[in-house]
Each structure stands twice: as C-alpha cells, then as structure tokens.
C-alpha cells in the first residue's frame, strides 16, 4: 500500500528543482561528475530563505586546497528538469534563477548545458526534448582557480517551490555532492531556514544524533515527527525567526528536503492522520466548509477558533485551551489581544462563513 501510494505522489509532483556543485572532468566527449581527491570542503554555510512560494538560497563555501600550486577545476551545477503533472514546456525550462558564481570579488562566466542523466553527455539545452516522466538535467558550468590554502566561494540562485497532494509547497537540495570532495565529508556544515514568522514547516531529519537544531528567535523545534518516505520528517513551529542545524565532519549520504505541508492549517494528515480519522481533531486545510456536512455548533468553535489559535491567541476557556495544549505548535501568547491579530481575507471569509452558520 505504501509502495502504491508513493507511486501516485510521484506522478502528481509538481516541480523538483535543486542543486550543489561538484567536480567535473572530461571523458572524450563527455563531461562528468567526479571525486575530487585533493580539495577538501572545509566550510559549508547554506541558508534558505522562503517568500511568496520562490526559494533563495545563498551559500558560502570554504574550500581548502593543500598543494602550493594554484588548481583549476571545472565545477557543474547540478539542476533537475521537472517531472510529474507539469507541462511540456516546463517540464524543458530550467526552473533556476537569478544563478551567481562569486570568487575573489568577480562573478565569473557560466556556460549552461544539459544532459539525459548526472554523468551523460553534456550538449546544447536546445538538443533534448525532455518529458515529464523522465528526468533530465541542467548543468551550470564554470571554472575555479583554488589558490593554495583557504577559498571562499559565494554562491546564490532561487527556485520555485514543488507541490504535490500531500504538501503545499516543498524544497529540495542536492547535498551529497559534498561527498565528491577529497576526504567525502563536510567538515563543517551549517543550515539556515527561514520561512517567514508564524510558520509550522518540516525538515528531513539526514543529519544525525550529532547536530545541533536551534531556533534564532522565537519557536521551537517540537518533538512530532512523521514518515516523509525513507526519512522522518522533524516539525518545526517558527514565531518569528528561523530554523539553524549545525553538523561537524558530517558525510553528505541524503539530500535536503523541507516545506510546509499546508499554508492554512497546522493540524494536517501527516501529522495528526489518526485524531482526524477518529474525529478528535479537525484541520482547516482548505479554509472551507463542507456543504453536505451537518457541524456541530462545538465542532465550528473549534473550527473558528483554530485560526486564532494558529495566531498564538491565548483563550480563557477550559475546553478550548485543553484542546489546544495537544498541539506543540501551540504557544499561547498572554500579551496578544484578538485586535492585534492580523488574518488573511481568506481566513476573514472563513471565519464569516462559520458564524454565519452558528446564528443559523
């Protein structure tokens, strides 16, 4: 069933953009992906930052080179077309933006190629038709002189988020390039995520027992998990802030994921599936009421009431603070009166829609 599912998920995906940089060499006519073993990553600082369903992500590298001789190496960016319920035309335009390679103060020249897989033959974007069934690739070439000792290389780029029937918006990044560089590990990796305040998100859990999950700001990284395919996803409730994940000597073996499963609500499938099927509790994914369904005037007090709480509202009521004190993304704000609230005009429509029927 679950091998069933996964299949059906993937076939609806939307778009799947990331990428991370590794070392490519010649082979004939073909240019591929190899392990550098001289240059170490000694330094990887990755921040995400999220607006508006567009990701930008800024990257500072730290590489060392321990010979006394200058290297020069080809570099490929790696950028998977999109697949699944997309168009044609999409599905063969590079979804990557605003692509800046910066080393020694200079941004420096890229040629933009394609290929059918990470280590076919790279030709001209124009050569390939590919489909949404089958993934190809973008790659960003350009050449880096490494001076003997440390090279710091800035680097910066945006996507657009990916959905699918499960989560309203997600994010990928390819980081097990970083296993390519001599000694296969990040020696020092840190991770920022910053999906704007008032947010309930998730992030694969690749990093292991060793990694330091912190909140900069106000928010916690909440104990609930869920099944997110092979690996756990860790939920994190942001107030105001972001999300910091620091590794040491860490080898890159997964890649990143992390989204926010719905925009709307914080009680969701993933993370609640058994108290909705039993009717415990109730999402507002949609913002929406059923017209076929006959609520309870208790039912539409949760309802309504969700939205505020989402907000940090802290009430005075028993039965509705017990009923929210399940959630660890709830955290009541004493401080916060109902007029500083301020909701969305869908949230506004929502809420007039459920008083509407409680009168009735």
Not at 7 to 21: A, F, H, P
Not at 52 to 81: H, S, W, Y
Request: glycine share 6%; aromatic share 12%.
């Amino acid at each position: 069933m679950k091998t069933a599912i996964t299949t059906i998920l993937t076939l609806i995906l939307t778009i799947s953009v990331y990428g991370n940089d590794g070392v490519y060499l010649t082979r004939g006519g073909v240019i591929y992906p190899t392990k550098e073993s001289k240059i170490s990553l000694d330094r990887e600082v990755l921040s995400f930052s999220v607006q508006d369903k567009i990701c930008r992500v800024d990257i500072l590298f730290e590489f060392n080179n321990p010979e006394n001789v200058e290297r020069k190496l080809m570099i490929g960016f790696q950028a998977p077309t999109a697949v699944g319920d997309v168009s044609e035309n999409s599905s063969n335009t590079n979804q990557i933006a605003d692509f800046i390679i910066l080393a020694n103060g200079q941004i420096l020249p890229y040629q933009l190629k394609a290929a059918e897989c990470e280590d076919c033959e790279l030709k001209e974007p124009k050569d390939f038709q590919f489909s949404q069934f089958e993934q190809g690739v973008f790659v960003y070439l350009f050449e880096l002189t490494f001076k003997p000792g440390l090279n710091k290389i800035n680097h910066s780029y945006s996507f657009p988020a990916s959905s699918n029937v499960e989560f309203d918006q997600f994010y990928n990044y390819i980081l097990t390039t970083g296993a390519k560089w001599a000694g296969g590990t990040i020696k020092n990796l840190t991770i920022n995520f910053d999906l704007g305040s008032n947010k309930y998100f998730y992030v694969n859990d690749i990093f292991g027992e060793n990694a330091n999950w912190s909140i900069i700001g106000s928010g916690k990284v909440t104990g609930k998990k869920f099944d997110n395919n092979e690996d756990n996803g860790r939920m994190v409730r942001i107030l105001s802030g972001r999300l910091q994940i620091e590794v040491s000597n860490f080898k890159p073996e997964k890649n990143i994921e992390f989204g926010i499963i719905c925009e709307n609500s914080f009680i969701t499938r993933p993370t609640d599936l058994e108290k909705l099927k039993e009717g415990k509790v109730f999402g507002i994914c949609s913002l929406s009421l059923e017209k076929e369904i006959k609520y309870s005037k208790e039912t539409l007090k949760i309802l309504r009431n969700t939205v505020y709480a989402q907000y940090c509202y802290s009430f005075n009521s028993k039965d509705l603070k017990d009923y929210f004190a399940q959630f660890e993304w709830y955290i009541p704000d004493p401080n916060l009166t109902m007029e500083q609230i301020k909701m969305t005009e869908e949230e506004k429509k929502f809420i007039d829609e459920i008083v509407i029927q409680e009168k009735e």
